[in-house]
């Protein structure tokens, strides 16, 4: 027989200050100099804080609050709370307020931290949050936002604390984090995770074909701390020792790409709106960074410009797919032996698609009826997931959304014979023109390479013949003169003639979701009768 120890988050950080206690953690600070620190310092600080929260009358299960972007000292919050018992609940500060107000109290939050940034978004929640009693601007003493003069100082509460504490066992079932979704359909739906589910979920990250993630990396979270976990990369990084670098609230081109290269970054992680910005700004300075090799994209369908212009830095991109429910690793895209000898060509068509599972996660794709599909990479249908750590239920529903035991994602994709998995859009945004379907994905993706498009959504809008055709929305590139004939003359060929879209509308932005996948909902409000004028 083993011994029964159990899995819980809080030892992640015992391990690191114990095996890796020198490993540094460095932060573009909100204040905007640069912080660093240790795992040795993190885990320190951390047991100051779970002793704050201790004082405040924190219980097991409470759930505590963060309005944070990826900082230290949201870092430490990860730990002290998820490690004294109680759940973290990072708050997506980019919903709209109504959202916020909603979740917060959903959640039955107790306390809330929040980043200087947010201190006017809190000052006009604050009044709508009654179970919210106490509200911590992670701030000095003396920094305190005047937005909010009821907000007391981090910094000057955890002075006030010992770092004598004793984190607590319990059963590794117990909830440990709160995330919500984007909440595009209705109400955000809040999924909790649990210390087993967030400890699994790291050593699938950590695995060759996942993260690949080592104590040789210096691994950059620009994927937020307040979504999804930052795809576990603040879990996964002191299980390896890894240097971790966070941005904290600057994103734009330039400053990630000063982090990468006064950091000396490997690995980074993140959505692919944040890498256009990168890119465009790596191409506008001629910049080099010799020792990035990796990124993982994901949130949205990577294109193969992005890929090929990656490739031209010596960076390979590890294309991923998860969502809020799955922790939210699910796929990644790495090659088999087998595929070795493949051309480029043959390679990129691979590296378009959203990848094999990981271990710890089972795919498959059903019809509408519910009956499984071959896994022959021709056959599309809906996209069903299950494993330890894929949501069970969301916070407070009555009814499981489980069919069969699989979670049903929304998502319509192939699986080929490999087990590779390629997204052809969501449930609810295919285009169905004269009864065959489209993929506003694949669109997508394509037009993104034509010279002069900054970013492009595909939708399906009514039309008088054939009930939906594709609209393409474009935003275009600053200074770039791009028009409806450029875009049309880029894509033909590229796909079926009936597959080009009726028209292009060129727009000054395209709207995006809290986690910056483009925001389809309103822009079918927006262009709902483009076709019937």
């Not at 909010?148 to 010992?162: D, K, N, V």
């Not at 966070?246 to 690995?267: C, F, N």
């Not at 378009?352 to 071959?374: A, E, S, T």
């Amino acid at each position: 027989m083993m011994m029964d120890r159990p899995l819980l988050i809080s030892s992640l950080i015992e391990f690191a200050d114990r095996f890796h206690g020198d490993a540094e953690i460095v932060t573009q600070t909100v204040e905007g100099h640069v912080h660093r620190y240790t795992y040795s310092d993190a885990h320190r600080r951390a047991k100051q804080a779970a002793n704050m929260l201790t004082s405040f009358g924190i219980k097991s299960g409470d759930r505590v609050a963060t309005l944070a972007w990826n900082t230290y000292r949201h870092f430490e919050l990860y730990y002290a709370i998820s490690g004294s018992g109680a759940v973290c609940h990072t708050v997506n500060p980019r919903l709209f307020e109504e959202q916020v107000v909603y979740i917060v109290n959903h959640a039955q939050d107790r306390v809330m931290f929040f980043d200087a940034t947010f201190a006017p978004l809190v000052a006009k929640i604050k009044g709508q949050c009654p179970t919210v009693e106490r509200w911590i601007a992670l701030t000095e003493a003396n920094a305190v936002p005047a937005e909010t003069p009821f907000a007391e100082s981090y910094e000057a509460l955890l002075a006030e604390q010992s770092a004598d504490f004793e984190w607590p066992t319990f059963d590794e079932n117990t909830a440990s984090s709160l995330c919500y979704t984007s909440g595009t359909t209705g109400n955000p739906k809040g999924v909790l995770y649990s210390h087993r589910s967030t400890m699994l979920h790291a050593y699938g990250f950590g695995l060759p074909d996942a993260g690949n993630l080592s104590g040789m990396d210096v691994v950059l979270a620009v994927v937020p701390m307040f979504h999804a976990n930052s795809w576990s990369i603040p879990y996964a990084a002191p299980m390896v020792g890894a240097k971790l670098v966070l941005p904290g609230a600057r994103l734009d081109g330039a400053s990630v790409a000063k982090l990468l290269a006064e950091e000396d970054v490997t690995l980074a992680a993140g959505v692919p709106t944040i890498w256009s910005m990168l890119l465009t700004h790596i191409q506008q300075n001629n910049l080099k960074f010799p020792h990035f090799k990796r990124t993982l994209i994901g949130g949205a369908a990577c294109p193969a410009s992005m890929i090929e212009a990656f490739d031209d830095l010596g960076v390979e991109v590890v294309h991923a797919w998860g969502m809020t429910e799955t922790s939210p690793l699910g796929t990644l895209c790495s090659f088999k032996r087998k595929h070795a000898g493949l051309g480029k060509a043959e390679k990129l068509a691979l590296r378009l698609k959203q990848g094999r599972p990981v271990f710890g996660v089972d795919i498959r794709i059903v019809d509408p009826m519910g009956k499984p599909l071959p896994h022959d990479g021709k056959a599309f249908g809906d996209l069903h997931v299950r494993g330890p750590w894929i949501v069970a239920n969301y916070l407070g529903a009555t009814e499981s959304p489980l069919q069969d035991g699989w979670f049903p994602t929304g998502d319509v994709s192939t699986i080929d014979p490999d087990g590779y998995m390629q997204i052809t859009d969501r449930s609810k945004d295919v285009i169905k023109s004269g009864g065959e379907w489209i993929s506003s994905v694949e669109l997508e993706n394509l037009a993104v390479g034509c010279p002069g498009v900054a970013h492009a959504a595909a939708i399906g809008v009514r039309h008088p013949r054939w009930d939906e055709r594709p609209l393409l929305i474009v935003q275009r590139k600053p200074g770039a003169e791009v028009d409806k004939k450029d875009v049309l003359a880029f894509l033909e060929g590229k796909v079926a003639k009936w597959w080009l879209p009726e028209d292009v509308a060129f727009v000054d932005a395209i709207p995006l979701t809290a986690t910056g996948k483009l925001y389809k909902l309103e822009l079918r409000k927006t262009f709902a009768e483009h076709f019937m004028r």
